[in-house]
């Protein structure tokens, strides 16, 4: 009997393309111009190579919409049955040889930490790619379908997730782009990147930094959250003991307060960190003044 079918992100070529085009964004905050991540993708996912090939196959999923049904599951037999002319043993070898690389490179926990954008369809490709490969035991059958019929609904627009809404202007351009001119849009998109955000502070980066690396893990990037509205709140309390002009202490008042209702947040939400954002560019303008 055949085990059922099982999904392991370390295993899926999307998964593991996501996480690197996430690991770069999170290096750019932190001003690091030759992230180790480029060098990987650009050396495991050429298109010449199995990685590469699988990683069209999972793209061509993302690169077709609103198809009736009856195209959506052709769209699927079409792509399984080009994963199975894939040499599977060259390319787990190329994804051993990948993990390898990223564990010598970066803190794997946290690497597999990042939030991966469509993760329900990417693992519902895989799960349909490995049936494809070594076959399907009865018992699996439902799993196999319920895979399928995911794809299919994602495929067709019947569905739309924040996930599948996620994907970044980064992610798609990097995509559509061949090897060579794909190392260049990193570079531009790198010089774009420092230059839009050249004038916020280390805290303003650091803040930044923590949501993109800890999206997905929910409890580090509230404890985060919650550190960093009580340090501000303290903060601000203490430079509106300086200001003189009753309406600017009024407005910093209010500031304070919403950073004080940040701090017992069960949930970080976006208006929360544009909230930090903007208390820290108070804070910052403040004692640039010398009040």
Not at 73 to 85: H, W
């Amino acid at each position: 009997m055949k085990p059922s079918i099982k999904h392991n992100k370390l295993k899926n070529t999307g998964i593991l393309f996501e996480l690197l085009v996430r690991q770069i964004t999170s290096d750019l905050m932190e001003n690091k111009q030759n992230s180790p991540a480029v060098q990987l993708m650009r050396e495991f996912f050429n298109s010449k190579k199995e990685l590469g090939k699988e990683l069209i196959l999972y793209r061509a999923f993302f690169n077709a919409h609103n198809l009736s049904e009856q195209r959506a599951f052709e769209l699927v037999r079409l792509v399984t049955e080009q994963r199975k002319t894939l040499d599977q043993t060259v390319l787990n070898h190329q994804k051993y040889l990948l993990i390898k690389e990223i564990k010598n490179n970066f803190e794997l926990k946290n690497f597999f930490a990042s939030r991966v954008p469509s993760y329900k369809i990417y693992a519902s490709i895989s799960k349909v790619f490995e049936s494809a490969t070594t076959g399907t035991d009865i018992a699996s059958i439902d799993e196999l379908a319920n895979s399928q019929f995911t794809i299919v609904e994602h495929l067709s627009g019947k569905t739309v997730t924040k996930e599948s809404a996620h994907n970044t202007e980064l992610s798609q351009l990097i995509r559509s782009q061949e090897d060579d001119i794909r190392y260049l849009s990193y570079k531009i998109l790198i010089e774009n990147f420092n230059e839009k955000y050249k004038n916020l502070d280390g805290a303003q980066k650091k803040l930044l930094q923590e949501y993109i690396h800890n999206i997905s893990n929910t409890s580090n990037l509230k404890k985060y959250v919650q550190t960093e509205s009580t340090r501000l709140s303290v903060e601000l309390k203490k430079l509106s003991k300086k200001i003189t002009d009753d309406v600017t202490r009024i407005k910093l008042h209010e500031v304070i307060s919403q950073l004080n209702r940040i701090q017992t947040v069960k949930t970080v939400k976006e208006n929360h960190m544009t909230a930090l954002l903007i208390a820290m560019e108070i804070s910052k303008s403040i004692k640039t003044l010398g009040v």
